[in-house]
């Protein structure tokens, strides 16, 4: 496994890889127009460069972490291992322009609750999801979760990690999410850590991302009736 400084120091070069080509592109677009950057697929190459360097494990982009279900479904950043069980999966989130936080938020839960199912099923060894979003949003997700079950996983204290009983899936504003292929059967619980957090500014971006480990705890079970 991979110790969290190490996790937290790939994704500082890879936002610092991101940022430096922000400050190109905004040098350029003093006379050139400038092409659109897709943000969330440069940060998955920077971040799969990061944690390669020094490695003789291969780091991938899109593999999947299973061949059935959920897991079936490529995972952003995997990191392989002498074994056949990776060492690490990373989902990257970024949040698009616009105020749908809420929208936003059930992206997030489909990645922490597929990485949880992951680590329960012992498909990886360790899991992550980055969460990239503007300040604004993470000013707006303390209030709007006060009174809702499970908010809590996407913004757990710098000291002590967040868990949740899974069932609160089972509230109709999560049917979606079901109704996208996600399993029914989770972990007892979901648990998040904060690793750490970075940020990347420029007029093209303004994300804080926040490096959040993934555990699934006790047995699957149905969350849903």
Avoid: C
Avoid at 9 to 28: D, I, P, R, S
């Amino acid at each position: 496994m991979l110790e969290p400084e190490a996790l937290q120091a790939a994704v500082l070069a890879a936002a610092g890889e991101l940022q430096a080509l922000m400050n190109q592109l905004g040098l350029a677009a003093r006379s050139a127009p400038t092409a659109k950057l897709v943000f969330d697929s440069d940060l998955r190459a920077s971040l799969r460069r990061s944690l390669q360097f020094g490695r003789s494990e291969f780091v991938s982009v899109e593999s999947p972490l299973g061949k059935r279900g959920v897991l079936a479904e490529p995972s952003d950043v995997v990191v392989a291992a002498r074994s056949r069980i990776p060492q690490l999966a990373v989902e990257v989130r970024w949040h698009p322009r616009g105020e749908d936080h809420a929208g936003f938020v059930q992206q997030v839960m489909w990645d922490i609750a597929k990485l949880a199912l992951a680590r329960t099923r012992e498909s990886v060894e360790q899991a992550v999801v980055l969460i990239a979003a503007p300040g604004k949003f993470w000013r707006w997700l303390p209030g709007y979760s006060e009174d809702r079950a499970g908010y809590q996983l996407l913004d757990p204290d710098p000291e002590i990690p967040a868990s949740a009983k899974s069932d609160f899936l089972a509230a109709p504003e999560w049917d979606a999410m079901f109704a996208g292929g996600m399993d029914e059967e989770l972990p007892d619980r979901l648990w998040t850590q904060l690793l750490g957090v970075s940020d990347i500014r420029s007029p093209w971006a303004d994300a804080e991302l926040r490096n959040l480990e993934v555990k699934g705890l006790g047995t699957p079970a149905p969350v849903r009736g």
